[in-house]
């Protein structure tokens, strides 16, 4: 079974600009969670899609959003980007069900750097 | 509010022995899901063990287990037989349960713990 993809893997944007992540959840997972990495606020959580709707949401600005699809790929957007939004961005699938303990199964991360 | 505690922000280890890394945690939920994960220098993040709070039994996976005592609120990851693969950042993770059943799916990560298996 694939597992989680991230594209792209790298990126480099200037700050203002936007940018869009994508992640693609291993087969028969419908829940996309997405966490933002960085060395001094560590692993944060961004938000949470199941079935298309946005189930939960972390602390973050609104210049972050994200939606999924039906296949249940998801994707992320960081508007007005910031020096600050230079992180490792991780997204992670997950069954979404009672039928799952909650273990998350995360992909490569996007890594972006804002300049 | 939950919060994860790693207190060892490095740890070594001779290849072939056993490790232990701490993990404390806080919350004022009565269900909960704890994990931990590893992360290479790779930077992908590796599901390795689960534990849920109502779980009498510590959770074991092949090396690696879950020492689990909920009146300490603590939730250690130990590694047995370690290897030099095994080198690589650990984090330790809890989610909430729903009142439904299952989790809620939104990871609270401590700040992790750095090993180094040493030949």
């Known amino acids: 079974k694939a597992g989680v993809t991230q594209t792209p893997r790298y990126l480099i944007k200037t700050r203002g600009q936007q940018v869009t992540l994508s992640c693609s959840p291993i087969?028969?997972?419908?829940?996309v969670s997405w966490y933002q990495q960085t060395p001094g606020q560590g692993l944060q959580f961004l938000f949470e899609?199941?079935?298309?709707?946005?189930?939960n949401k972390g602390n973050f600005p609104g210049r972050f959003s994200g939606r999924q699809f039906s296949n249940s790929r998801s994707e992320m957007n960081v508007s007005t980007l910031e020096l600050g939004d230079s992180a490792l961005y991780l997204c992670?699938?997950?069954?979404?069900?009672?039928?799952?303990?909650?273990?998350?199964?995360f992909g490569p991360g996007t890594r972006l750097t804002v300049t | 509010a939950q919060k994860i505690t790693q207190t060892q922000p490095g740890m070594f280890v001779q290849e072939k022995e056993a490790v232990t890394l701490d993990c404390t945690y806080d919350?004022?939920?009565?269900?909960?899901?704890l994990f931990w994960y590893k992360q290479p220098s790779s930077g992908e993040m590796i599901f390795l063990i689960y534990?849920?709070?109502?779980?009498?039994q510590n959770a074991t996976e092949g090396r690696y287990s879950l020492n689990f005592q909920k009146a300490r609120k603590s939730a250690n990851l130990v590694i047995s037989a370690s290897q030099l693969g095994d080198s690589a950042m650990y984090f330790c993770?809890?989610?909430?349960?729903?009142?439904?059943?299952?989790?809620?799916?939104?990871?609270?990560f401590g700040k992790g713990t750095l090993l180094t298996v040493n030949p």
């Open positions: 992670a699938s997950s069954l979404g069900t009672g039928g799952s303990q909650g273990e998350q199964y």
């Open positions: 087969s028969g997972h419908r829940s």
């Open positions: 899609y199941f079935s298309e709707t946005q189930r």
């Open positions: 919350t004022s939920d009565q269900s909960y899901g």
């Open positions: 534990q849920g709070s109502y779980d009498e």
């Open positions: 993770a809890m989610s909430r349960h729903l009142y439904s059943g299952g989790s809620n799916y939104k990871l609270t």
